[in-house]
């Protein structure tokens, strides 16, 4: 890896914890965000420092992105790690338009900014819910790929539009496939919801669904190292994994797990769905073979995870 | 199947052959196209009849065609044949936003038009060129799909728009994935394209790529019996076929048949590459079990489905 890194998505919750990981490594950083779900904040660590370079702007816009990165101070871009996307898959679901502009066309932007500036390689976030709702162990090359959200298809479309880039432009990408993560700066997810309603609440936590909805969770630190070892080791055109460790849990566990930190003896009501909203895939399971051929394991198990990050909340 | 049906792309190649399929079945028809591609003269024999409407217009241009197609004088829409769509792969290599344009935000607009207006069935026509190149034989659930064209990308990204919208107002879609469809009023291919040389310099006909390419083509009225057949006999929410003979043709064969045709004693010259574009597959087989299991297969072989459109060309 040589040159600096553009990061997309930069302020958001794992783009940002990326961007510490590279500062940390000795990398130069390029972070863009529009700051619609991203915050300032989750950067304080960055911009305190001289290798990071922060814009505040919208990956769509290319020719002002454009101009900005070429002959920048830190040198020609090495590499893209594109996580820019609208995480919010229920906000999406009410507006078809997000997903579309938030999620897939910041990937063709990012594209076209690559081929105008002959940045060789990119680092894409995908994720599970471009297998829709098989119900098959899922491996890298399982199909028919029918998302069940405009999330997910939004994200497969990426995939596509990355994988005719590599035949172009794009010497090499790497596609990780994430499960649930889970960590510090989330903006959605059953943890944070459900922090969140207990704030307004704490005598009672509404869950969305049944409680039963079973997946497996990832702290942001393992996928951060699942990512940058795959980056190091593998070298293909297109390199694709899942990402995820062996075990899930349960929304249940997440939901006793916030009320005993946050609001101990708060009621729990359960809904009767087997999913939370339109799009939810209730439970997956991935084969991570080829991720962990590469030697990599998460220390912790998915209920590790969310007592991990419960616990960082907390502090 | 009841109500009128709506079909993008509606003067183009197979799109105007479907039209005129719809009116021999007596049903309706209200046909859109931007005439880019498509030519108003392929839907000479539609707009004589009282039972089809043409629209000179703009898939993308959501509104206009929703104010149109709302209270039309045929009724509601009962079903949509989305078969918009960028054909000339080369130009869209050759320009990103063409692929993006033409080829999926017409499918996320025919979305949403079928929303706004309650339509509740699609048929989409998709492609062989979602696969990429994989070296293996296709079935509808082979996967990695990784499209090695802007083209197949873009045609990935809308099956998965409109998996996702079979779970929010699409009760059923058909995705038909079609090999190389030959027939008179076509635009591009092969013979098209050899033909158009020919009428240039009759002396000589340039080959792109060594002339080993070898995939199966299909007759445009073959293809619509499939479709027909498809769209009646299954009934899932996703209903995804392959749709293909079992035999192909090298591209050497159709130089050698149209030269023959147009122009006896041309020079057929050669290239070396392996393929005759970017994005270009060199040969695919698929595997069609699930169209056949319905009763369908094509009468002509990929050879004989060549000559025939040959020899409708010449007359």
Redesign the interface.
């Known amino acids: 890896m040589t040159g600096a890194v553009y990061v997309t998505g930069a302020a958001g919750f794992i783009g940002s914890h990326l961007v510490d990981r590279l500062l940390e490594q000795g990398r130069s950083v390029i972070g863009m965000d529009n700051l619609k779900l991203g915050r300032r904040s989750n950067l304080e660590k960055a911009l305190a420092g001289p290798r990071f370079d922060f814009i505040e702007g919208d990956v769509n816009d290319v020719a002002a992105a454009t101009e900005r990165l070429r002959r920048h101070r830190f040198g020609p871009i090495g590499e893209v790690w594109h996580l820019a996307a609208n995480s919010d898959i229920q906000a999406g679901?009410a507006d078809?338009e997000i997903d579309?502009r938030d999620t897939?066309l910041t990937t063709?932007s990012t594209?076209?900014l690559m081929?105008a500036l002959s940045i060789p390689a990119l680092v894409f976030a995908s994720t599970s819910a471009?297998y829709?709702e098989l119900d098959v162990p899922l491996r890298?090359?399982?199909?028919?790929?029918?998302?069940?959200?405009?999330y997910?298809?939004?994200k497969?479309?990426s995939?596509?539009?990355i994988?005719?880039a590599?035949?172009?432009f794009v010497e090499r990408a790497w596609i990780f496939r994430f499960p649930n993560v889970i960590g510090p700066r989330a903006t959605h997810g059953a943890i944070f919801d459900f922090m969140a309603k207990l704030r307004k609440d704490p005598s009672r936590l509404e869950v969305l669904g049944d409680g039963k909805q079973d997946k497996p969770y990832l702290h942001v630190q393992e996928l951060l190292d699942a990512m940058f070892l795959a980056r190091e080791k593998s070298g293909g055109a297109?390199n694709?994994f899942n990402v995820s460790g062996d075990s899930s849990t349960t929304v249940r566990y997440i939901a006793e797990r916030v009320v005993a930190s946050a609001a101990p003896g708060a009621r729990i009501l359960y809904g009767t769905a087997d999913r939370g909203w339109?799009?939810d895939v209730p439970r997956f399971r991935y084969v991570t073979d080829k991720i962990r051929a590469l030697g990599w394991r998460p220390k912790l198990s998915s209920n590790e995870a969310v007592d991990r990050t419960i616990g960082e909340l907390a502090r």
């Open positions: 679901a078809p579309l897939f063709h594209l076209r081929e471009i829709g890298e090359d399982t199909g028919p790929l029918f998302p069940a959200s405009r997910g298809a939004m497969l479309a995939e596509a539009a994988a005719a590599t035949q172009m297109i694709c339109i799009g």
